[in-house]
């Protein structure tokens, strides 16, 4: 079955970037329909959606990010990856990355995040 | 961006007890709306989507209403795996965003 798994360095310091990929597997990342996405949680607190990617490289992002977020697809490895740069401690959480699914029922389209991987934390500090 | 409201933040009820959470949108987003369930050090696991619609396996006691910009997700007879925090999340506009979440805990 479909599975996806972050990865990527769990520190980072102040003012930098933070680079994390999405491996995906059991699966097509070129697959027509689906976005891909991530989406994070600071500790103990809610889930905050970063962007989203389509396998030709169309993208969406969060609002309050999109200043700061780059996120990119590389089809040949089925990956798909997130860079935030000048991160500051905010920045902390785990990061989650996500298959945005479909129900087509018959005039619309209904979308989810059906698919998550586990989560990898990423700590900002210096 | 569409702005979603969780009510309550958080909930004690006892097993077998009958629950109820809200989920309010700033704008009208018809049935576009979806519910999610985590558990500590867990992912979110995607319960319910089109505001009524159970993704396949989600028992049967969970259920979900509403349209527009009131929602309600219900847990008929809780058991001892419903406990967790519940997010609702609108997906009206191509803006994801998500409610605060709702902790439900054992009374």
């Known amino acids: 079955q479909l599975q996806l798994q972050e990865s990527g360095p769990g520190l980072v310091k102040p003012s930098e970037t933070l680079s994390l990929t999405c491996t995906v597997s059991?699966?097509?990342?070129?697959?027509?329909?689906?976005?891909w996405g991530w989406i994070r949680q600071p500790p103990g607190k809610g889930l905050e959606w970063i962007g989203s990617?389509?396998?030709?490289?169309?993208?969406y992002y969060n609002s309050s990010l999109k200043s700061r977020v780059t996120i990119s697809v590389d089809t040949s490895k089925n990956q798909f990856s997130l860079k935030l740069n000048s991160v500051t401690a905010a920045d902390t959480a785990v990061y989650y990355c996500a298959r945005r699914g479909y129900n087509y029922a018959g005039v619309v389209y209904y979308y989810y995040m059906d698919v998550w991987g586990k989560g990898t934390t990423v700590t900002v500090s210096s | 961006d569409i702005q979603m409201t969780q009510s309550p933040s958080s909930l004690s009820a006892s097993v077998g007890d009958r629950v109820t959470i809200t989920c309010r949108a700033s704008?009208?987003?018809?049935?576009?709306l979806n519910w999610y369930q985590q558990k500590p050090g867990k992912a979110p696991k995607f319960l319910i989507y089109?505001?009524?619609s159970l993704q396949s396996g989600v028992p049967s006691r969970f259920s979900g209403s509403g349209s527009g910009t009131d929602f309600t997700l219900t847990i008929s007879s809780l058991q001892p795996e419903d406990f967790a925090t519940y997010y609702c999340q609108q997906s009206y506009s191509t803006l994801i965003t998500f409610g605060q979440g709702t902790r439900l805990e054992i009374k």
């Open positions: 990617i389509y396998y030709s490289g169309s993208t």
């Open positions: 059991g699966g097509s990342i070129s697959s027509s329909s689906y976005y």
């Open positions: 704008q009208s987003i018809s049935s576009y």
């Open positions: 089109a505001a009524s």
